[in-house]
């Protein structure tokens, strides 16, 4: 079976799919993974085939425009911004998938690539398979992603309200690209105004989740779906880490990580100094991750280690808490670890993710990105590493994250649909 995913986005959007991509490889499955052409050399470092779509996420996120989108959190206007990028994009991106999945037997697709999965997956008539790492499917048990977690106080149906609302954010953000990728590469018709989320493509397979059911129980309302566990991207085989920060971690006791991943921000100096007053406070040692935010890596303290990049698999469990922007690959990452987690959310999901890290008392309350301080970071330091109780509850959980084994649920879930596909 040649099963080709398409996973687009940052980073922490595509590991999980470079896990789930190997995990069937293993299994005996031919994987293509479809992504940005900025991966390359990760998605081969990890054996899989890759097939590249034009454009690199990380110039667009590294932008002067989308750095002071970020630093304001405004999540309508950063959507309106990506918008017009994905309109620019989507023809090259209809091009360069109609290649990567023509000879197919399925298609898996998470948010980021769900559009232009289904455009596909109805050109070339393929099935498709809905693989998502944050809620995405409506539900009266929460709010969606999108939206505070205290609103679930209106009730069920605001709950699953707020889901079809960030359906249609996210579809309308993208209608006109799909609309120029179906008619001038793709040769179909329109989608509808509202979107193709009742086509029948998306009704006929299971929708898999790649989170905890011990951080997310799988909601009573969800039907024909599977909770998984997480799908977690290890490091390479030959990955080895630097002698420097092997003597650094071995000099003292475990620091603290700070990393903002792939958030960038228009003063990234600034940001470093507010970090560093805040570890001043605390007297703690921290490992600084640069990113793509470029947090400042010269005339650091001795007791700050920075480095560039860094598997989070190896580093997360030498560390005493981890401190950073709420993705869902890093939160997940962290609370794998077992050790207690402070968000620091820009937009989107994750200020759903510092919510629910709250709520399951393994973290702080989360602290939106433009309300930080140093004294507030210095607060939030110093009860993480004091409080006995959360630091059981985060090793506890841990525990439990890591006893799933999620990939092979997945696995499960594409058996049975294998038994049923009709090979082209």
């Known amino acids: 079976m040649r099963i080709a995913i398409i996973a687009m986005g940052s980073l922490g959007d595509v590991q999980p799919y470079i896990a789930l991509g190997k995990g069937?490889?293993?299994?005996?499955?031919?994987?293509?993974?479809?992504?940005?052409?900025?991966?390359?050399?990760?998605?081969?470092?990890?054996?899989?085939?890759?097939?590249?779509?034009?454009?690199?996420?990380?110039?667009?996120?590294?932008?002067?425009?989308?750095?002071e989108l970020l630093e304001k959190g405004n999540f309508l206007a950063i959507t309106s911004y990506t918008a017009k990028q994905a309109q620019q994009a989507a023809i090259d991106w209809a091009n360069d998938g109609i290649v990567a999945c023509e000879g197919m037997d399925l298609l898996i697709v998470g948010v980021g690539g769900l559009y232009l999965g289904l455009a596909l997956a109805e050109k070339l008539h393929l099935p498709l398979l809905q693989a998502y790492v944050f809620p995405f499917t409506p539900t009266k048990a929460f709010p969606s992603v999108l939206f505070p977690q205290s609103l679930s106080q209106f009730g069920g149906w605001f709950n699953y309200l707020s889901h079809h609302l960030t359906r249609q954010i996210m579809w309308q953000g993208f209608r006109t690209g799909?609309?120029?990728?179906?008619?001038?590469?793709?040769?179909?018709?329109?989608?509808?105004?509202?979107?193709?989320?009742?086509?029948?493509?998306?009704?006929?397979?299971?929708?898999?989740?790649?989170?905890?059911?011990?951080?997310?129980p799988k909601p009573s309302d969800w039907r024909n779906t599977h909770v998984t566990g997480y799908w977690f991207l290890d490091s390479a085989p030959d990955w080895q880490p630097p002698s420097a920060l092997m003597e650094f971690l071995e000099s003292g006791?475990?620091?603290?990580?700070?990393?903002?991943?792939?958030?960038?921000?228009?003063?990234?100096?600034?940001?470093?100094?507010?970090?560093?007053?805040?570890?001043?406070?605390?007297?703690q040692r921290a490992i600084l991750l640069s990113g793509w935010g470029g947090l400042g890596t010269k005339n650091l303290p001795n007791t700050v280690f920075p480095i560039d990049s860094i598997p989070h698999s190896w580093l997360f469990p030498r560390v005493a808490a981890v401190v950073h922007h709420g993705g869902a690959g890093t939160t997940s990452a962290g609370l794998r670890a077992g050790i207690p987690t402070i968000i620091i959310?820009?937009?989107?999901?994750?200020?759903?993710?510092?919510?629910?890290?709250?709520?399951?008392?393994?973290?702080?309350?989360?602290?939106?990105?433009?309300?930080?301080?140093?004294?507030?970071?210095?607060?939030?330091?110093?009860?993480?590493?004091?409080?006995?109780?959360?630091?059981?509850?985060?090793?506890?959980?841990g525990a439990r994250i890591q006893a799933e084994e999620g990939i092979i649920g997945v696995v499960a879930v594409i058996e049975e649909i294998r038994k049923n596909v009709t090979y082209g």
Request: proline share 5%; with cysteine; hydrophobic share 40%.
């Open 24 to 67: 069937l490889k293993e299994a005996g499955y031919w994987v293509r993974l479809v992504t940005h052409e900025n991966f390359a050399e990760l998605v081969n470092s990890h054996g899989l085939e890759f097939c590249p779509v034009r454009g690199d996420i990380q110039s667009i996120a590294e932008s002067k425009e989308m750095r």
């Open 178 to 216: 799909d609309r120029l990728m179906r008619q001038q590469v793709l040769g179909l018709k329109a989608a509808s105004f509202w979107g193709a989320y009742k086509s029948e493509i998306l009704q006929q397979y299971p929708i898999i989740y790649g989170f905890s059911p011990s951080v997310i």
């Open 253 to 283: 006791s475990p620091p603290i990580y700070i990393g903002f991943g792939s958030m960038s921000s228009k003063n990234p100096q600034e940001t470093t100094a507010l970090v560093l007053e805040a570890l001043e406070q605390t007297q």
């Open 345 to 397: 959310p820009y937009f989107g999901d994750q200020g759903f993710w510092g919510e629910r890290v709250t709520q399951l008392g393994v973290g702080v309350k989360p602290i939106p990105r433009k309300q930080l301080t140093a004294r507030k970071l210095a607060e939030a330091i110093q009860q993480v590493l004091t409080d006995a109780d959360m630091c059981q509850r985060a090793a506890n959980l």
